[in-house]
Structure formats: structure tokens, C-alpha cells
């Protein structure tokens, strides 16, 4: 998994309560990105981020707040959870320039939210 | 924003037969075009990708054509294997190093 991880793996929550995803990177990889997965919706970009402290809203960004204070991480909170976002979460990174596009995915994270 | 449209999003093939999956794209500045494999429980894998400059790429027994007039991309399998079954996915780039994907393709291969 191009030297990504993401913990939790699993996690369970109750609605209302908030919830810390991580993305840890080991490329030196300028560019990181939060995406859910869900039946029928294929991935859809939340947040990303274009260098530290550097970050912008994807397409489903409504109740997600992202935060990258080292190249290596990058954080995505859920602030109040609801089970509408109950999914599967990827983290990805790209080094940008040459390879431009290029995104490496890690293993995801199950989230449910009852 | 970008649209991604992919089909079909099951196919079944005999093993040892060839497996093509379509999807079409509606920014026509996208210049970047690569496919994804997932097997059950991991993260998406980039298989092969293909840039605007060119019109067919070949890697084993996987090839990606594009077709910028039309819109349209595509990925062929060819000699399907058993361990080729997953779900597939292709996507297009739109500004600042984001992607737009494609709703998934779930290919069986039939022993």
C-alpha cells in the first residue's frame, strides 16, 4: 500500500459523538486525500491537502473537517458522527510533478456509526 | 464538475476470455486517465493509467485505449484469470491533482 497506513482499521461510534481518522504517509508525498466509499457511488473526494497546513473542500465535504500539521499525516474528524456516515474511508497520496495524478491508496478504515 | 460515467458495473466472463470496460468522461480539458483494481477488503490499486498524449497502452495482459474526440476510455483484459475477479475502477483528473471516479465495475471470471 505505497508505504500508507490509516488507523483505526475498524471503529464503531454512536451518533453525535466526534471521530478521528489518520493518515500516516512514509513517501514524503506532497499531496494527500480523504475519500469515502459507498454501494453504488464509487469514491468520493471529502478533503485534500496540497502541502502543510494547505487544504481544500472535495465534492462530500459537509460534516468533515481535515488537518495536516506534518507532510507525514493527515487527519480527518467527523465532529458530531450520524450514520449517514456510516462508509469505508481511503486515504491517498500523490508526489505530484512528473508523476503527476498518480495517486497510491491505503487500506481503509470501516466506519460505523450506530 | 467532472462527470465520470462507467459501465457495466457487472460483467461475468468465461476464463480465458477477454473482459472491456467503458467509461466516458465530460471535461474535455482531463488529461489523465488511469484504472484501479480492489479486491475485497484492500484499498484501491492503480493497474495502469493512460496520459492525453497517446492512444493505446499496453501492459501484460491489460491494455487502456483512449479516445479524446469521443470522450470515451477503456480498459481490456485479456487470457482472464481467476485472479482477476474484482471490482474495477476508472477515473479521470480535473484541476490541482484531484481525481473524479468512475462508479465501479464487479468482474467475475468463470472457472
Known amino acids: 500500500d505505497a508505504g500508507i497506513t490509516q488507523s483505526p482499521r475498524h471503529k464503531v461510534t454512536e451518533t453525535g459523538t466526534p471521530v478521528t481518522l489518520r493518515c500516516h504517509q512514509t513517501?514524503?508525498?506532497?499531496?494527500m486525500y480523504w475519500y469515502r466509499q459507498d454501494p453504488g457511488h464509487g469514491l468520493r473526494l471529502i478533503h485534500y491537502s496540497y502541502g502543510v497546513k494547505d487544504t481544500d473542500k472535495g465534492e462530500v465535504s459537509d460534516g468533515y473537517s481535515v488537518s495536516r500539521s506534518k507532510t507525514e499525516d493527515f487527519l480527518l474528524t467527523l465532529e458530531s458522527a450520524t450514520s449517514s456516515q456510516t462508509s469505508v474511508y481511503f486515504c491517498a497520496i500523490s508526489d505530484g510533478g512528473s508523476r503527476s495524478y498518480e495517486q497510491y491508496f491505503g487500506p481503509g478504515t470501516r466506519l460505523t456509526v450506530t | 464538475g467532472e462527470n465520470v460515467e462507467q459501465h457495466p458495473s457487472t460483467l461475468s466472463v468465461q476464463e480465458g476470455d477477454s473482459a472491456v470496460i467503458k467509461c466516458t468522461y465530460s471535461?474535455?480539458?482531463?488529461?489523465?486517465f488511469p484504472w484501479y483494481k480492489q479486491e475485497l477488503g484492500k484499498g484501491p490499486q492503480l493497474i495502469i493509467d493512460?496520459?492525453?498524449?497517446?492512444g493505446e497502452k499496453k501492459d501484460q495482459r491489460i491494455a487502456v485505449t483512449l479516445n479524446k474526440t469521443a470522450k470515451h476510455f477503456s480498459l481490456h483484459i485479456t487470457e482472464t484469470q481467476p485472479e482477476d475477479s474484482a471490482v474495477y475502477f476508472c477515473a479521470a483528473a480535473f484541476g490541482n491533482e484531484k481525481l473524479t471516479f468512475g462508479t465501479g465495475t464487479r468482474l467475475t471470471i468463470i472457472p
Open positions: 471535461d474535455s480539458a482531463s488529461n489523465y
Open positions: 493512460i496520459r492525453s498524449n497517446v
Open positions: 513517501e514524503n508525498h506532497r499531496y
